[in-house]
């Protein structure tokens, strides 16, 4: 909740009620006591289900200072680390205490990678660590970094921590157990009801104030928001057609995995399709099985480019621009004008997708019937065409060695069974950035790879005018 209507209900509590009956003194005896916090509502509001001006969340703070012991690889487009490994000490020993991959800036993940990488050793500082913790390195324990949390686990882990600040002025020998290490949460309450007040597009959701993004903040009920906002723009793109999920079941700073097959129970409105002899793959037709969906997890949706019954006939070709290490923005635009005029030539229509990372894919729809076969030579053959054109600046080469200033023409996504991401998905990155359909025109007026978020197409998309779809063969797209 932004600070301004905090400080609006707290103004109005203040006016209206007796001091004593103001929320703080309950809510500083509930952070007493360890919990996270409290809810409070106007007592002379109704009870509503959803969010209202009436409610009031107020949460514990806490933070603490911790040595860090190593770092994660990071994934996808984010640079330098995806987490940073902390520990607090335990009398003359450390001990691991979980991670911390939110609260960072650019410059501070290329800074505190540089420094660890200086620090490297062989083995983990500190003990604890669970089987699972996959570091890209270990290092001397001689940084110290201050983090915000929700709680400590029973198991002494960190819940939601938030990078503060890099603390130059302490050494790690200056850290006490004491203050580093605060009471555990308390147990957990008797399970609630599976029923749950929230509903999106008629499913249920739980865990609604979850947050999927910390970077701006995002909850699981507002990405659900999103996608219901989005569904007619987004259904016909993905509707009838074999999906692959990326799913992050504690947010984009938790662990992520790429799922094309449920082995668990489908919500009732996703639908299997495939013979037994074959994969069985997921499918959507509706909004409520794409807010279903979200309710298991998920946050990105890739698509197929053929229709799950007509697998073997792809409709359109996905050319991905992936820059490499120290190419601009504006090299990006120029290589995707020069696949546009390539495209082009071969008498088919190229459209254009931000693609909610540091590049953009170039796609375009055919006209006739191919096989996956010859979509994958077609394709090729456009990519050589443009790394001929530009050797300098483009490459068909996937070895990352052999990017270093240049662009990867990323036409493997043509063969059966490869994925792209579909229009108006969100993104697990931080930003929670969205790939989005734009006109050649606005190009042009894109300052950065990823302007749309979430947050802002909430505001933005019933304004925004209609997508590439007009460009589309007649028949290739399912009506909105």
Known sequence: M??????????????KRDPARTPEPFAAEACRMGLEGIISKRADAPYRSGRSRAWLKIKCGKGGEFAVC????????????????????EGDRLVYCGRVGAGFSEADLKSIANRLQR????????????????????????LVVEVSFAAITTEGLLRQPVFKALREDKEVAELTSDERAPSPAPEKA?????????????????????????????TKLELARYYELAAP????????????????????????????????????????????????HLVVDDVEGLVSLVQRGVIEFHVWAS???????????????????????????????????IISKQGLTPLLRTTGGNGLHVVAYLPVKLTWEDLKALTKAIASTAAAAAPDRLTTVAAKVR??????????????????????????????????PIAWAALGRLDGP?????????????????????AIPHGRLKPS
Request: proline content about 11%.
């Open 2 to 15: 932004p600070a301004r209507l905090k400080a609006t209900l707290l103004d109005e509590y203040r006016r």
């Open 450 to 470: 990823a302007p749309f978020t979430v947050p802002n197409m909430l505001r933005r998309l019933h304004a925004l005018p209609r997508d590439w779809r007009e």
């Open 119 to 142: 620090m490297r050793r062989k083995d983990a500082p500190c003990e604890g660590v669970p089987r699972s913790v996959r570091p890209k390195l270990w290092c001397e324990p001689r």
């Open 233 to 280: 723009r987004l259904l016909p793109f993905i509707a009838g057609r074999p999906l692959a999920l990326l799913r992050c079941p504690d947010g984009d700073g938790g662990p992520c995995f790429f799922q094309k097959h449920f082995r668990e129970a489908l919500p009732q409105a996703v639908r299997r399709v495939g013979s037994a002899a074959s994969a069985h």
């Open 70 to 89: 190593g770092m994660t690889a990071p994934r996808r487009s984010r640079g330098g680390f995806g987490s940073l490994l902390l520990a607090r000490p």
């Open 403 to 436: 990017r270093q200033g240049r662009i990867y023409i990323d036409y493997l996504r043509n063969g059966r069974g490869a994925t792209a991401i579909a229009n108006y998905s969100a993104r697990a990155r931080t930003g929670a950035p969205v790939a989005m």
């Open 307 to 341: 229709r799950a019954d007509r697998l073997d006939h792809p409709e359109y070709l996905v050319l991905d621009l992936d820059p490499g290490p120290g190419v601009t923005w504006d090299a990006v635009r120029d290589a995707a004008r020069l696949m546009r005029s």
């Open 190 to 218: 008797p399970r609630r009801s599976r029923s749950s007040p929230y509903q999106v597009a008629g499913v249920k959701f739980t865990h609604p104030d979850r947050l999927v993004f910390e970077s701006p903040p995002v």
